[in-house]
Structures are given as structure tokens and as C-alpha cells.
Nanobody
Framework: QVQLAESGGGLVQAGGSLRLSCAASGTIFGFKTMGWYRQVPGNQRELVAFIHSGGSTGYADSVKGRFTISKVSAENTVYLQMDGLKPEDTGVYYC??????????WGQGTQVTVSS
């Protein structure tokens, strides 16, 4: 069974940068979508960015121009480069891998905290 291992979270000041990594334990060949989500206190988990198998990407309006999602298929890894971080970006970030069958798996989450 494929598992996702996340890393790269931490504490940074506003305006700083972080790069989150999500590595799959097995091949991601044939995947449909890989996405990054975040969850903050009092809110449901929300989509931040996604990338399809064909390479197309999408972003939440709140992060457009600041975040970049990418994948390295040979490494079975998806990345989220976060620049110009703001305090409102604070939250637990999760990666999700989904196949065309509808089957999906979540990572365990990594904490991102942006201070003023």
C-alpha cells in the first residue's frame, strides 16, 4: 500500500519561504491528481494547490503568485514551494494522492507557522 511522507514544515517569519515535500513510498505512475491541502483552527481542510498527471496545475486564489506546486515523477515526490509567506498561511498542510479509480491516500500532515 502506498504511503505518503511529508516534510519541510516549520516556523518562519512573514515574507519568508518554505518548501514542502511529499514523498510516496511507491511509484506514482498512473496517478490522477496530487494536491496540497491545509487546515486551520475552526475550519475544514481546504485545497491549496493541485497538479494533474498531465502537468496542469491549479491554485487557491489566496496563494496564486506565491506558491508553486511541482512533481518529480522519477522520485515519486510532489513539492510545494511557498514564497512570500503570510501569517494567514499558518496551518497544518497535508498532501493527497488520488487515482483515476477514485482511491486516494493522505499524508500525515506537517505544521507551518508564519509569525509577524
Amino acid at each position: 500500500q502506498v504511503q505518503l511522507a511529508e516534510s519541510g514544515g516549520g516556523l518562519v517569519q512573514a515574507g519568508g519561504s518554505l518548501r514542502l515535500s511529499c514523498a510516496a513510498s511507491g511509484t506514482i505512475f498512473g496517478f490522477k491528481t496530487m494536491g496540497w491541502y491545509r487546515q486551520v483552527p475552526g475550519n475544514q481542510r481546504e485545497l491549496v494547490a493541485f497538479i494533474h498527471s498531465g502537468g496542469s496545475t491549479g491554485y487557491a486564489d489566496s496563494v496564486k503568485g506565491r506558491f508553486t506546486i511541482s512533481k518529480v515523477s522519477a522520485e515519486n515526490t510532489v513539492y510545494l514551494q511557498m514564497d512570500g509567506l503570510k501569517p494567514e498561511d499558518t496551518g497544518v498542510y497535508y498532501c493527497k494522492l488520488e487515482w483515476f479509480t477514485g482511491y486516494y491516500v493522505w499524508g500525515q500532515g506537517t505544521q507551518v507557522t508564519v509569525s509577524s
